[in-house]
């Protein structure tokens, strides 16, 4: 029998289920049957008349040996190193299952479990309201592959295993998790402040990208990020807490050298008529919009960033390059302005066949014509909010929460109650799920 990995099973069932064949087909080859609970006892089958012949089957019940439930309720009782709290889970409940001897309660409260507990681990623990203006998506978990994951798992002994490789590998949560381990137990709010910031790295993909550049706002810091090193870092300046940075991904596909500003409509009134700011009309003789020129007093300095998204959020250069000496640089309308964006966006179009040089662009910008340059391959941009990071030996630094954005994702997690709201608790059996 040739034994393939869980992530090969899962994409090959996650491949099934998109094209509708996932629930109307078993699994074949290493199908893990014997973990599969029949319909109905031979003989005792029930003949349901379907009004359509091709819709797909009730995915069906799994059950679980007894390493299996050990492995998960250990797993569970072990989960605050996760930065997780193990009541959420409801340990009591999954052993009072156990200590029942029925294979089915047992077996719908493990897997009950273990779905809630893998949508944690993957996906974060805090959903909803409490995620404040954060639009990344995290794609690393769906029903399809949570199933499929948990067929494997239970095929091959391997509860402990799958539920680790759903943990974020990036080493800044490795850190993270460190600090919480050295972390003094009477000191809740440096405990809160790990645990919180755990959960956010929890709300990225597991996977960011061989190449990408991370922009954390409380930290005012850009860095381009190469198979897993830092290879340049910039400050920056995000926007002010009247003009929030939404936190988002988006692809950036290349840079404008002296660039216009388009100037959006939420900005217009502070600019309308001023010197060095052109109104574009329509044929009518409206303005449709205005915009500001290429030269030395544009917002957005020589250059920008191309990195479509609804939010119109992208990094530039700027005009005001003194603010990057500044301690605190939340200062603008909510695009990134970065340090040295110019020798960034240098290297980038230095990799691969783009048909530019250094000396290419200093023509350009001596050109002082706005020009359009496409990198070889686009790469994520990440901006982020995390307000602690961790150094690999545990040392923390904490940054400003210039947004005041950790009070509800500590409240979320449990740590915070506010006044007036009571933090419910689970009751026996019962498991407390994260906001939809």
């Not at 994409?11 to 509708?20: R, T, V």
């Not at 200590?99 to 409260?109: F, H, K, L, R």
């Not at 798992?153 to 490789?165: C, D, M």
Request: net charge negative; with cysteine.
């Amino acid at each position: 029998m040739k034994l393939i990995s869980f992530k090969q099973f899962a994409s090959a069932i996650a491949l099934a289920g998109a094209s509708g064949a996932l629930a109307a087909q078993p699994v074949t080859g290493d199908a893990p049957e014997a973990h599969v609970a029949p319909h109905a006892a031979p003989g005792q089958q029930e003949i349901a008349v379907m009004d359509d012949p091709l819709a797909a089957e009730a995915p069906r019940a799994l059950v679980w040996q007894e390493a299996d439930v050990e492995a998960l309720s250990a797993f569970i009782d072990g989960v605050a190193a996760e930065g997780l709290d193990p009541a959420d889970y409801d340990p009591e409940g999954l052993r009072s299952a156990i200590a029942s001897g029925d294979t089915n309660a047992i077996s719908e409260a493990a897997t009950e479990r273990f779905n809630t507990l893998s949508s944690d681990l993957a996906l974060g623990h805090v959903r909803g309201k409490a995620r404040v203006d954060w639009h990344i998506e995290d794609p690393d978990l769906n029903q399809d592959r949570q199933r499929a994951l948990l067929e494997w798992a239970l095929y091959h002994g391997s509860i402990t295993k799958v539920l680790n490789e759903l943990l974020p590998q990036h080493p800044q949560y490795q850190s993270l998790k460190t600090a919480l381990a050295k972390a003094d137990p009477a000191d809740s709010d440096t405990i809160a402040a790990i645990r919180l910031n755990m959960d956010r790295w929890r709300w990225l993909p597991a996977d960011l990208g061989d190449r990408y550049i991370i922009v954390n706002v409380p930290a005012y810091t850009a860095a381009l990020v190469e198979n897993g090193e830092t290879t340049s870092r910039h400050r920056a300046v995000a926007g002010a807490v009247k003009t929030p940075t939404p936190q988002l991904m988006a692809k950036a596909t290349g840079v404008t050298f002296n660039p216009y500003w388009y100037v959006p409509k939420s900005i217009e009134p502070e600019v309308r008529g001023k010197a060095g700011f052109e109104a574009v009309k329509d044929e009518d003789g409206s303005i449709k919009y205005w915009r500001q020129p290429p030269g030395p007093n544009n917002s957005l300095g020589r250059v920008k960033f191309t990195m479509y998204n609804e939010h119109l959020i992208y990094l530039h250069d700027t005009n005001a390059r003194s603010l990057f000496n500044a301690e605190e640089r939340a200062r603008s309308h909510g695009c990134i302005r970065t340090e040295n964006i110019l020798g960034l966006a240098t290297m980038l179009l230095g990799q691969g066949d783009t048909g530019w040089d250094a000396a290419k662009t200093v023509e350009v910008l001596n050109s002082g014509k706005e020009t359009p340059a496409s990198f070889a391959e686009p790469l994520p941009v990440y901006i982020v909010y995390f307000s602690v990071a961790a150094a690999t030996d545990g040392r923390i630094v904490n940054y400003d929460d210039i947004y005041s954005r950790d009070k509800p994702v500590r409240q979320a997690l449990g740590d915070w109650p506010v006044k007036g709201q009571k933090v419910r608790e689970a009751k026996a059996g019962e498991i407390l799920k994260p906001a939809a």
